[in-house]
């Protein structure tokens, strides 16, 4: 798609010069600023005193070295980040303020962050060494004569400090041009020569890494870099027509379903980095090039209204959290672009979309969201929810007729980007509150992007509402996948149903083992069938059911608190037996509020070839009772 346009001759006719690269007021165009809506000016002139008596404290290597020898990166973080949210809190109150008080602090700042050895985080300076393949962690501070990578922490201090000289060149250069200059410098050979001189970014497939967010992410950055900063008109053209190539190298992984593996909680680096990345052709373009009609990328933008289950929760899948807000701003701009009233509706309808957050890592689009006003008009159609299947991602997200039931299934692969092993998993809420949830995960460490991944117990299968079959959880790998044997929706009733073999290794001895979900959403009820069909008699096959909440087991029965209400899984207690275990959630517990997470066993009472399990979900209310 992009890369079709890539194109150094025609690049060089439609990029806009430099100098007339005009997408945001600057700082001496005051009208703009002034009209910001004050709730937003508060944001940052009541803040003040904490910007300027900030000092940047010396960076210590023994920080950065926590990673390597701990895997937590966090001492490092702790450190750098507040630089990048104090420089953007400083340049943005110096431009609402136009009084000159920040601008001291904004150099000081600046030359701090230039004089870092390195903007790559602690947890990717190996990256290029491809330690995430082999486990080992080469260096445990920068190589500074191998300095040829860009994460996206680099990316997005290169897009800040491009974005504090673009608005404040002038002020700055009256003070000394030596701080802008600074930032050409420095953007020029750590993100500049490394992208124009190096083919093997992990981000863009090489050492056989899978391309996800970081992609987009890297490009619509690094991109605003060059816009403002790169002077040399042949220069900017060659680095503008490569960001369309790379670029593409990820719109040509993105199903046509417009799916993201990674799941909600990070489709706003993924699905919005890449709004970001073509709003910022448009911009540098003057709407010559533009992609907002093609119907990938309306299918990217309307994803996440679609994987959007009830108040702040989505299908989790994935490593995401149990609970989201989106930021309405980013989808009102993209559902206007791409002309789609289904997403626009969306993000009108939430009850926070006048909340205003600006991020350092994601500055571009902030500031495009800054410029929108206080208050969102209201929806001009009400966002209705349905239910949604993605053929090539193999996921469901619905609810039943009243939305009361809110339901999300999977099928997949056990390669997905931010993979969990977890073909057949399920999520059911009911009326918002979880009854089957996904955990989510736990805090990143060098464990959890290497091949020890699986090490860590709650991406496995054993904590997901799948199956174990002869003592063998579900495998990682590309050729781990499902098979969808059916879809059907027929309204009322939807069918789904899955060949999960291929989820396990041969030593398992599955023949077949096919998971049936029929939700009927008019009787507000989920059937979960599990058929195994076995090389050898066995009764050790499990069918697991994860739940926050301490599951009651009783005859037949196993009773969930679901809110006010009382989700009940009824089972044959004549064919199979229910027990119940449960884990610590470690720092899982601050998300959902509870200690432990509960898995619900149910084990067939008999040794045999063939194996039917079957879950009847349904609610009973609690005026019922």
């Known amino acids: 798609m992009t890369r079709e346009k890539s194109d150094l001759k025609e690049i060089r006719k439609i990029l806009i010069p430099r100098e007339q690269f005009h997408p945001f007021p600057k700082y001496d165009e005051r009208e703009a600023w002034e009209a910001l809506p004050q709730t937003i000016r508060d944001q940052y002139l009541s803040r003040e005193q904490e910007f300027l008596s900030y000092e940047s404290s010396a960076l210590n290597a023994v920080k950065y070295m926590n990673f390597y020898r701990t895997g937590s990166g966090g001492p490092y973080q702790q450190e750098v980040r507040p630089r990048r949210e104090m420089l953007l809190g400083c340049t943005l109150a110096e431009c609402m303020e136009h009084k000159g008080k920040y601008l001291d602090k904004i150099v000081d700042l600046v030359w701090a962050i230039c004089e870092e050895t390195s903007w790559i985080d602690p947890h990717h300076n190996n990256h290029m060494h491809d330690h995430m393949l082999t486990g080992i962690i080469k260096n445990a501070l920068p190589d500074v004569h191998d300095s040829c990578f860009v994460d996206h922490i680099s990316a997005s201090t290169s897009s800040l400090l491009a974005w504090v000289y673009y608005f404040l060149k002038e002020p700055l250069d009256e003070i000394t041009p030596m701080v802008c200059e600074r930032i050409e410098y420095e953007i020029y050979r750590r993100i500049y020569i490394p992208f124009m001189t190096h083919d093997d970014m992990t981000w863009c497939g090489f050492y056989g890494h899978k391309i996800n967010n970081w992609n987009p992410w890297v490009l619509s950055d690094i991109l605003c870099a060059d816009l403002i900063c790169v002077k040399d008109p042949d220069e900017r053209a060659k680095f503008f027509a490569r960001v369309l190539e790379k670029l593409d190298i990820y719109i040509g992984v993105i199903p046509p379903d417009g799916g993201c593996d990674e799941g909600p909680g990070y489709w706003f680096a993924a699905g919005a980095t890449?709004?970001?990345?073509?709003?910022?052709?448009?911009?540098?373009?003057?709407?010559?090039?533009?992609?907002?009609?093609?119907?990938?990328?309306?299918?990217?933008?309307?994803?996440?209204?679609?994987?959007?289950?009830?108040?702040?929760?989505?299908?989790?899948?994935?490593?995401?959290?149990?609970?989201?807000?989106?930021?309405?701003?980013?989808?009102?701009?993209?559902?206007?672009?791409?002309?789609?009233?289904?997403?626009?509706?969306?993000?009108?309808?939430?009850?926070?979309?006048?909340?205003?957050?600006?991020?350092?890592?994601?500055?571009?689009?902030?500031?495009?969201?800054?410029?929108?006003?206080?208050?969102?008009?209201?929806?001009?159609?009400?966002?209705?929810?349905?239910?949604?299947?993605?053929?090539?991602?193999?996921?469901?997200?619905?609810?039943?007729?009243?939305?009361?039931?809110?339901?999300?299934?999977?099928?997949?692969?056990?390669?997905?980007?931010?993979?969990?092993?977890?073909?057949?998993?399920?999520?059911?809420?009911?009326?918002?509150?979880?009854?089957?949830p996904d955990l989510g995960c736990l805090s990143y460490t060098a464990k959890t992007f290497s091949p020890f991944r699986y090490e860590i117990w709650i991406l496995t299968s054993a904590w997901h509402?799948?199956?174990?079959?002869?003592?063998?959880?579900?495998?990682?790998?590309?050729?781990?996948?499902?098979?969808?044997?059916?879809?059907?929706?027929?309204?009322?009733?939807?069918?789904?149903?899955?060949?999960?073999?291929?989820?396990?290794?041969?030593?398992?001895?599955?023949?077949?083992?096919?998971?049936?979900?029929?939700?009927?959403?008019?009787?507000?009820?989920?059937?979960?069938?599990?058929?195994?069909?076995?090389?050898?008699?066995?009764?050790?096959?499990?069918?697991?059911?994860?739940?926050?909440?301490?599951?009651?087991?009783?005859?037949?029965?196993?009773?969930?608190?679901?809110?006010?209400?009382?989700?009940?899984?009824?089972?044959?207690?004549?064919?199979?037996?229910?027990?119940?275990?449960?884990?610590?959630?470690?720092?899982?517990?601050?998300?959902?509020?509870?200690?432990?997470?509960?898995?619900?066993v149910l084990r067939p009472k008999t040794a045999a070839k063939e194996h039917v399990i079957r879950a009847e979900i349904s609610i009973e209310r609690s005026a019922e009772r």
């Open 465 to 600: 509402s799948c199956a174990s079959v002869n003592g063998y959880d579900q495998h990682d790998g590309d050729n781990f996948r499902a098979k969808v044997l059916e879809y059907r929706d027929d309204g009322d009733m939807i069918a789904l149903a899955l060949e999960l073999k291929g989820a396990y290794v041969p030593e398992a001895g599955i023949e077949s083992y096919v998971r049936r979900f029929a939700f009927d959403r008019a009787a507000q009820k989920l059937t979960v069938t599990d058929t195994f069909r076995l090389a050898d008699e066995t009764a050790d096959v499990e069918s697991h059911y994860i739940t926050v909440a301490e599951p009651e087991i009783g005859d037949g029965t196993v009773r969930i608190a679901a809110g006010e209400d009382t989700a009940v899984l009824r089972f044959d207690a004549g064919a199979a037996a229910a027990s119940k275990e449960s884990r610590d959630l470690e720092e899982a517990k601050n998300a959902w509020g509870t200690e432990n997470a509960w898995r619900t």
């Open 274 to 436: 890449l709004y970001d990345a073509l709003r910022m052709i448009s911009a540098g373009t003057d709407g010559r090039l533009s992609f907002f009609s093609e119907p990938l990328i309306r299918n990217v933008g309307e994803y996440i209204a679609k994987a959007y289950l009830y108040g702040e929760r989505f299908a989790n899948f994935a490593d995401n959290g149990p609970r989201m807000k989106v930021n309405c701003r980013t989808l009102l701009r993209f559902g206007r672009d791409i002309g789609s009233d289904f997403l626009t509706s969306f993000a009108l309808s939430q009850p926070y979309k006048d909340e205003y957050t600006i991020f350092s890592w994601h500055m571009s689009q902030s500031l495009w969201d800054l410029f929108l006003g206080e208050h969102l008009p209201e929806p001009e159609k009400p966002f209705v929810p349905g239910c949604w299947w993605f053929p090539d991602t193999q996921t469901f997200f619905g609810r039943d007729r009243k939305n009361e039931m809110q339901l999300a299934m999977k099928g997949g692969f056990n390669n997905e980007s931010h993979n969990h092993n977890d073909l057949g998993h399920f999520i059911l809420l009911w009326k918002g509150e979880p009854v089957f």
